[in-house]
T-cell receptor, first 114, second 118 residues
């Protein structure tokens, strides 16, 4: 089945450590996105990529890094520079063009800093 | 800048009744899209329905319909015949044509928690 997978589902990190969240899609979508969701809040954009080997900062990119070496994969690294990384992280992808340009989401990764 | 406002933090509805979730938006774009997503307790964001700013008809998808009033800048979600499985957070989002330098970035509201009562 086509879809978006994120791993791990739950992630625990000690302060000062970098961690990488995985996002893979087999929808053949060109664009991919990373969002952060805090309790009681909507989603905020961290980074996005419209094509391989290219990505752009979103509204809250500080303390995060990404890469896009393959069309299917868009991993997010939460660095030690991120002051408050505990949150729910959602990855999304979108087909280029199309009438609605709808973004489809993965199941999310819940990151907790101990 | 774009803004989405959802004024109802929580809503209750009786099973089999209809419910309307409010969403108002603000944008200077002439062309834009409006989306509704459902987020169950598992966390995944599930796409429900889309309305384009130039669409003359209100969008419908099964039990979901979008009451689009362009002059009022509102895009309310109507769920007919509520089911227990409809209990979830619901987010309204919009995408401007040129938002984020072509990123098709979505701007989200803070959501409404819907609880369906048996």
């Amino acid at each position: 089945d086509g879809g978006i997978t994120q791993s791990p589902k739950y992630l625990f990190r000690k302060e000062g450590q970098n961690v990488t969240l995985s996002c893979e899609q087999n929808l053949n979508h060109d664009a991919m996105y990373w969002y952060r969701q805090d309790p009681g809040q909507g989603l905020r954009l961290i980074y996005y990529s419209q094509i391989v080997n290219d990505f752009q900062k979103g509204d809250i990119a500080e303390g995060y890094s990404v890469s896009r070496e393959k069309k299917e994969s868009f991993p997010l690294t939460v660095t030690s520079a991120q002051k408050n990384p505990t949150a729910f992280y959602l990855c999304a992808s979108r087909a280029r063009g199309g009438l609605t340009d709808t973004q489809y989401f993965g199941p999310g990764t819940r990151l907790t800093v101990l | 800048a774009q803004k989405i406002t959802q004024t109802q933090p929580g809503m209750f509805v009786q099973e089999k009744e209809a419910v309307t979730l409010d969403c108002t938006y603000d944008t200077s774009d002439q062309s834009y899209g409006l989306f509704w997503y459902k987020q169950p307790s598992s966390g995944e964001m599930i796409f429900l329905i889309y309305q384009g700013s130039y669409d003359e008809q209100n969008a419908t998808e099964g039990r979901y319909s979008l009451n689009f009033q362009k002059a009022r800048k509102s895009a309310n979600l109507v769920i007919s015949a509520s089911q227990l499985g409809d209990s979830a957070m619901y987010f309204c989002a919009m995408r401007g044509l040129y938002s984020g330098a072509g990123s098709y970035q979505l701007t989200f509201g803070k959501g409404t928690k819907l609880s369906v009562i048996p």
